[in-house]
């Protein structure tokens, strides 16, 4: 693995014993339909039943109060009345698949998109549920999905990090670094957060001239040399070695990333970066297409920061019209033109895109504001494009009001175990040993949900 | 028997054909990895009844080929050969053969051996014994020549300096002390140097720096909010404890179970601030329950992993799948830390009880004194009051106290609330609590400016407040009296003061007109004031601009009170005056206060002490209603008769309220820390939770150790304190061993056993297991000395190897752990930064305190924070605070130290005893541009070009004395030269660039050297302390 430059464990007379906390090689257990892969997330919740997953009678049971069967509790206060969304919702594309007003650039691309609408998360409170789907667990601190496929299959890259995270500009996202944190992984597996474009890595700029900086990687290099004679076979000296050569490519290589003056004024427009609206998320959307090009293994991005006032996520409690309009006008039409660019671009063939959420929000009114929805933990959608899929093809069903699932439930395990065979990794195999176990993303659950696969 | 032993520790793996297999290092291992699951101790998940961790009917001993376990790991259908496909786990043809052996030899089964006693063997027998210089060396080289290999000669006296130095203090060497080690020529140099290091205080930070990741030490909550938490005088203990060398039993003692000592000293009750480091949680929506599993299940893992080196936690929700321990078990551990008074929420303030205030050293002889000195006083003023007796009751039975004309001496009142003539709309006059003035009530967003009274409360000032309250039902916040002048409605910046109510608590704030400037008081939650009812609530200030300087009193009496200091520490620093009028009933923004109503609210412009707040709360009912119409009213008269009656009473009070006062001045500069306090009414129990799940109790059980490592029987207490004393004593085969082993690990850079946390099935077998044991006993025998136990590593001539490895020992023991050549390793990243600090002459030596927060990137809390976390914006230090060791670095678990972080430091979130150690081009950019690196880069040039006035040579010389412990060679002289010579003519052409990069960092700069010059040493400078050679221990 290049990122990962020695300070590994190598086997000796204790082979067996060592065994298990030898690390495994990078690579594939079987043949992968994906190579890279680019995650979005939507903290806060957004809503199925106001976007891809049509509920025709929401329309005729609006303004009813719900009993018998469908009593639920909701993470705030009482339940209200089933209220109907706020949008129209059209067929599009070959597949016909509707979709509602609030995402008419999304729409355009159904025929792309894999949808799963009978997630099952754990959790109706946002922490646990995020970790859920940040890492497999509703607690802190286990590894994140990005760092696993880290681990489990290197990078491609010599001059960036395998796994890139680009926050919603306006904040990190709910659980802040937690969503990839490399848990008990091997540091290097962790999200590399890409802050402000010109200084996108913390010290990456060096504070002389790239003369001064070269002549010094130079004398560096020659005295490490010189030490090296002196421990001949050092593996971790020779990996510090290759440390700071890849930290000076380093220095020219991200910046290069994440400048955009060579990309056409058409892609500019795609992306949204002329529209303040659409801009900061634009470019970060942009900058995933350029980072997975460059062979970064996993790109994470959000839609969507923490919590307070007023909302920026997707939880839309008070006012669900409002909050989700709001979300939309920033998420759809980026969204939409990755998957337009990287498709044009060929990319879509080993690339796979997901695009999710820690849960839904329910049917009813929650009885405060303009009408707003709770959590939904029982039943909501995600979708995945690219590689390996079943293009223009929905996977599970919701009950007629959306409510709960009533058809093939997905479980966040499932869904991750999923991405894993997509990337040519066996989620049972793919693991770690830590205080005591085999420690995998998926716990000692999940399963592939193989009718997606195309 | 030795020669026996000798034997089956050779034969690990390599030509052990001859060799009889042995069942814990080669056997049990397979069995754990590839059968255990199905097989194991685990019953839940047991298949066809049939266990391997014990003999069983799957094994004929002798005979392999009738044995079943045989036959089915080879069966030829796939579907039917063990495991199966489904564990996707396979044994090759090596591990069979180690299985078809022990079964030829007749399948013995040994109990795992880090659950049988430790035994100190004699030592091996070495053909090189005059290489060894103690018992250490004895069972390594006998290991060493078994292997073929012959250890290396002895590191040079400059790179042992160094080592040492490092290992010791975590600071490299002075030259003063490198070149006065080289200078001594005693046989016994080389120990006595290992004593000088060992007595620096320094030395009890090293090793503290170790055990705060053991302990999860952290400066804020963890979870959610992440508030600051106010915990650094725990870690001073640490510190401390590893200074005076405490015995590490004792250590144990103190951290688990201070407050059940008897009569615990306030160290040692500090100690148990320890399971106090966990991550805690106030976010709303959480269950209780929950949260309260959540904090002992971390308590029994830290617990596990530092002491038991067991992973305790595997059994929260079914039995143990490898180590013998059960589910139960793990309850009954639970059980220990399930007994105290700490709450589940945090509440998100800095001191979550229960905590203890910790006086400076230098106050802590008066505040013992104190202590018992105020319970006198108590007595003494209580036993006078007792003796008024009779004629006190009189008096107030008669009502005489109605003849009394002021509540106390020098009663005048500033400001007391007057009826107004006209009222708004909205606001009425209304009975009060017992007659008296008329109440003012307010209906929905209705309130009372009162223009002409302009009555600042300043916060340089002392000053009381106080009022009779009328509390609606709801819970909303609710202003009752305010003066604000607002700043800014978005940000909720205001100027002035506020009384108000959260949650019917009473809250007092004052603002100084910035953001995140103020100091803010609430009763705690014992202050929750009753619905529909009339309380009496004042407040006092001693003009001290600290939130410790406020109180409230509920009905006379002072309340428990909680803040949310800001980040700046609590004080206000802008002025709290402000232009507004005094509002009631609005805070003159959103709050109101509809359904309440407030009367006979007065401010003094002085402190009102506790016997004066009682009587004033008292004065009213005595006037209008009697002393029998509220309990605060029979107080205030009997305080009234006292006063005037009793002047030894009146004395005795005076030296009271004396006493109170200066502990309160003592306390109020005094910071706290989290403590543990047990529950003594009842004894600790749990709930077995049906698969860990906190809605699931099922059996109810007692505290108890795993039985495994023993049983607490009728000789422990069982609570923390029996447990404490059970893991170190005798009987308990774990400890001893897991604490050397992490001691070795710190030394020697890994374990004997590599997995440090896991002593277990699944945890790596021991390289050394003899010696492990010898030296566990040992250090169980001295006493548990620790300063001893480190002594005898450091002191070894295997820690004295020069660390170079030839090419055959790279391939018999690539990873060192055979210690065939000296430990050389990548510093941790708290050793890397006060590296540099150190040799650069900018680290400052202070040790303990507050936490400091030096340089960092921007915005690194900003972005991670919540809106409402008071470390959500990181206010960078100054001046000597950005120089101290990193352990004093600010710790905020959701974003530690981001330069620790990618040298591989935990998050401090969970208990941690072993750190992966990886390289990374981001570490290079740390050490390469950071401005904490560079501007020491150049703090080393310019001590460098002032103490070497001239000369190339000389000057490098003085460089590389402090960044490497030695001078240059030439060869490495003449390519510094060089570079140092292209660095010089770069930055004369261009002076402008050399003053940008002097410009980096807050320390002085010394304007009279050339800054080309300079610039040009800072880059050698910066380059010599990013070698490797600098970098590794």
């Known amino acids: ?454 | 028997m030795r020669k026996c032993w000798l034997l089956v520790v050779v034969s690990a793996g390599l030509s052990a054909q001859q060799k009889p297999v042995d069942f814990q290092r080669e056997v049990r291992p397979i069995l754990s990895d590839a059968c255990y699951h199905c097989h194991g101790p685990d019953k839940g998940s047991r298949m066809a009844n049939l266990r391997l961790d014990v003999p069983g009917p799957a094994i004929v001993a002798g005979k392999p080929e009738e044995s079943k376990l045989w036959k089915r790991i080879n069966h030829a259908t796939p579907a039917l050969r063990m495991p199966p496909p489904a564990a996707h786990k396979t044994l090759n043809d090596a591990q069979k053969d180690v299985l078809k052996r022990w079964i030829s030899e007749g399948a013995a089964y040994k109990e795992h051996w880090s659950f049988t006693a430790p035994v100190k063997r004699e030592l091996p027998a070495v053909k090189n014994a005059q290489w060894a210089r103690n018992g250490i060396d004895r069972f390594l080289l006998a290991r060493l020549e078994a292997e073929g290999l012959q250890p290396a000669a002895e590191a040079d006296k400059r790179t042992l300096a160094r080592r040492l130095s490092l290992d010791l203090t975590g600071l490299p060497p002075a030259p003063a002390e490198v070149e006065s080690f080289l200078q001594d020529t005693a046989a016994d140099a080389y120990e006595r140097l290992v004593d000088r290091l060992m007595a620096k205080p320094q030395y009890g930070e090293h090793r503290g720096r170790y055990w705060l990741d053991a302990a999860r030490y952290g400066d804020t909550h963890g979870i959610h909010v992440d508030n600051y938490r106010e915990m650094w005088p725990y870690r001073d203990w640490v510190i401390a404890a590893f200074n005076k060398n405490m015995p590490f039993d004792q250590f144990t003692l103190e951290q688990l179970a201070g407050d059940l000592l008897p009569n615990p000293t306030m160290e040692q009750t500090v100690a148990t601030g320890f399971h106090r480091c966990n991550i805690t949680t106030n976010e709303g929506g959480s269950i209780e329950e929950e949260v309260a599993a959540i904090y002992a299940k971390d308590r029994v893992d830290t617990t596990g992993a530092v002491w038991l080196g067991l992973t305790v936690g595997c059994a929260t929700c079914h039995d143990h799948k490898f180590d013998p321990i059960t589910q139960k078990e793990f309850y009954q551990m639970a059980a220990f830390f399930r007994n105290t008074t700490q709450k589940p929420m945090d509440g998100n303030i800095h001191d979550t009880p229960p905590v203890i205030s910790v006086p400076a050293e230098r106050e802590r002889a008066r505040w013992h004194q104190l202590l018992v000195e105020e319970k006198a006083r108590r007595d003494a003023r209580a036993a006078l009051r007792t003796r008024a007796g009779a004629g006190m009751d009189e008096w107030v039975r008669l009502g005489k106290y109605k003849t009394v004309k002021t509540p106390f001496k020098g009663y005048s009142p500033r400001w007391t609330l007057q009826t107004p003539a006209v009222l708004p709309e909205g606001v009425k006059l209304v009975d009060g609590a017992v007659g008296g003035t008329k109440a003012l009530s307010f209906g929905a967003k209705k309130s009372l400016e009162l223009p002409a009274v302009k009555h600042d409360l300043d916060s340089r000032k002392a000053f009381t407040v106080a009022a009779w309250v009328y509390l609606p039902k709801e819970e909303q916040n609710f202003a009752v009296a305010t003066k604000l002048d607002w700043v800014n409605k978005k940000d909720s910046i205001t100027q002035g003061w506020a009384f108000d109510f959260d949650g019917r608590r009473p809250r007092f704030q004052m603002m100084g007109g910035k953001k995140d400037d103020l100091i803010l008081i609430r009763a705690g939650a014992s202050g929750r004031l009753k619905a529909n009812t009339w309380h009496h609530i004042t407040v006092t200030f001693d003009g001290s601009r600290d939130y410790k300087g406020l109180s409230i009193f509920i009905d006379g009496k002072v309340a428990i009170t909680e803040t949310n200091p800001n980040s700046g520490g609590g004080m206000v620093e802008g002025s709290t005056l402000s232009k507004a009028p005094v509002t009631l009933g609005s805070d003159g923004n959103k709050k109101f206060f509809e359904g309440g109503a407030v009367q006979d609210l007065q401010i003094l412009d002085r402190q009102l002490r506790d016997d004066e707040v009682e009587i004033l709360a008292g004065w009213m009912p005595l006037r209008y209603a009697g002393e029998a119409s509220l309990d605060v009213a029979r107080g205030a008269a009997e305080l009234l008769y006292l006063q005037r009656t009793d002047k030894a009473w009146g004395k005795a009070n005076e030296e009271w309220l004396q006493t109170v006062a200066e502990q309160r001045a003592i306390t109020r500069r005094a910071p706290v820390t989290h403590v543990m306090n047990e529950v003594r009414e009842k004894d600790p129990e749990a709930f077995v939770l049906f698969r860990g799940m906190y809605d699931q109790p099922r059996d109810k059980v007692r505290a108890e150790v795993p039985a495994v490592a023993g049983a607490l029987g009728t000789k422990y207490p069982r609570n923390r304190l029996g447990l404490a004393k059970w893991l170190t004593s005798a009987e308990n085969p774990l400890t001893a061993r897991v604490t050397v082993n992490r001691m070795w690990q710190e030394i020697f850079g890994n374990g004997i056993v590599k997995t440090a946390e896991d002593f277990g099935a699944q945890g790596t077998a021991p390289t050394h297991p003899e010696l492990l044991d010898w030296m566990a006993v040992e250090f169980r025998e001295s006493g548990w000395d620790v300063k001893k136990l480190v002594r005898m590593m450091v002191t070894s001539a295997a820690y004295r190897q020069a660390a170079v490895a030839t090419e055959e020992k790279r391939k018999k023991d690539p990873e060192n752990l055979l210690m065939s050549r000296g430990p050389r390793f990548r510093m941790d990243g708290e050793m890397v930064r006060d590296y540099a600090l150190a040799a650069s002459g900018l680290l400052v030596p202070t040790i303990g305190g507050p936490s400091v927060r030096p340089y960092q990137p921007e915005k690194v809390w900003e972005t991670v924070a919540m809106e409402g976390s008071n470390t959500r914006f990181y206010k960078q230090d100054h001046g000597e605070k950005l120089y101290r060791r990193s352990m004093y670095t600010f710790w905020k678990r959701s974003a530690p130290p981001a330069s620790m972080e990618i040298f591989n430091a935990p998050t401090r979130e969970t208990c941690t005893v072993r750190r992966e150690r990886t390289n990374t081009p981001l570490q290079a950019l740390i050490t390469m541009n950071d401005v904490q690196f560079v501007e020491a880069a150049r703090n080393l040039a310019e001590r460098t070009m002032k103490n070497v006035k001239s000369g190339f040579e000389g000057r490098l010389d003085y460089l590389a004395e402090r960044a490497l412990a030695r001078p240059l060679e030439a060869r490495e002289k003449a390519v510094v030269e060089r570079s140092y010579k292209s660095f010089l003519s770069h930055y004369d052409a261009k002076p402008e660039e050399a003053k940008k990069l002097l410009a980096m960092g807050e320390s002085p700069q010394d304007g009279k050297l050339s800054a080309q010059e300079l610039a040009a040493w800072t880059m050698v400078a910066s380059q010599v302390l990013n070698l490797d050679e600098a970098l590794n221990k």
């Not at chain 1, 109907?84 to 159904?110: I, M, N, T």
């Not at chain 1, 306006?170 to 597996?189: E, I, S, T, Y």
């Not at chain 1, 002389?208 to 900086?213: G, H, I, L, S, W």
């Open chain 1, 1 to 454: 693995m290049l990122w990962e430059v020695g300070g590994g464990l190598a086997g000796i007379a204790l082979a067996q014993m060592e065994a298990q906390a030898a690390p495994r090689k990078p690579g594939t257990h079987f043949a992968p339909k994906a190579k890279n892969v680019i995650l979005i997330y939507l903290p806060g919740g957004i809503s199925a039943i106001d976007t891809f997953d049509y509920k025709p009678d929401l329309v005729k049971h609006h303004g009813k109060q719900t009993k018998g069967e469908n009593t639920i509790t909701p993470f705030f206060g009482k339940p209200g009345a089933v209220m109907k969304s706020p949008w129209e919702f059209r067929p599009y594309g070959k597949s016909g698949k509707y979709v509602s007003d609030l995402l008419p650039h999304l729409a355009q691309r159904v025929d792309d998109m894999t949808f799963f609408h009978s997630m099952v998360a754990r959790s109706n409170a946002h922490g646990p549920a995020i970790f859920q789907m940040s890492t497999g667990y509703i607690f802190q601190g286990f590894p994140s999905v990005g760092s696993w496929v880290s681990y489990g299959l290197g990078s491609e890259n010599q001059n960036l990090p395998s796994f890139v995270v680009l926050p919603d500009p306006r904040g990190l996202p709910p659980c802040g670094v937690a969503n990839w944190g490399n848990g008990f992984l091997p540091a290097q597996h962790q999200g590399v957060m890409f802050g402000d474009q010109k200084n996108p890595i913390a010290d990456l700029r060096a504070p002389v001239a790239p003369a001064v900086q070269a002549a010094s990687y130079d004398l560096l290099s020659q005295l490490n040399e010189e030490h090296l004679g002196a421990h001949p076979g050092d593996d971790a000296l020779a990996g510090r070695i290759r440390a700071y050569e890849m930290a000076a490519r380093m220095q020219v290589s991200a910046p290069e990333v994440t400048d955009i003056k060579g990309e056409s004024e058409a892609t500019r427009e795609a992306y949204g970066l002329n529209d303040p609206a659409t801009r900061a998320y634009g470019y970060n959307c942009l900058l995933a297409r350029r980072l997975v090009e460059r062979g970064v293994r996993c790109v994470q991005l959000f839609n969507g920061g923490h919590f307070g006032a007023p909302r920026i996520n997707w939880d839309g409690h008070e006012d669900l019209r409002a909050n989700h309009s709001r979300c939309a006008a920033s998420m759809d039409k980026p969204t939409a033109a990755l998957l337009a660019d990287l498709k044009q671009r060929g990319m879509l063939n080993d690339t796979v895109v997901v695009w999710t959420t820690e849960f839904g929000r329910l049917p009813i009114s929650e009885g405060i504001g303009e009408g707003g929805r709770d959590h939904n933990p029982e039943g909501f959608t995600s979708f995945m494009a690219g590689a390996g899929l079943k293009p223009g093809y929905s996977y599970g069903r919701t009950d007629e009001l959306g409510y709960k699932t009533a058809e093939n439930p997905t479980t966040i395990y499932d869904f991750h175990a999923t991405l894993l065979h997509l990337l040519g990794l066996d989620y049972t195999r793919l693991s770690w040993y830590h205080n005591g176990l085999q420690r995998r993303l998926t716990d000692v659950h999940g399963h592939v949900v193989k009718d997606v696969l195309a």
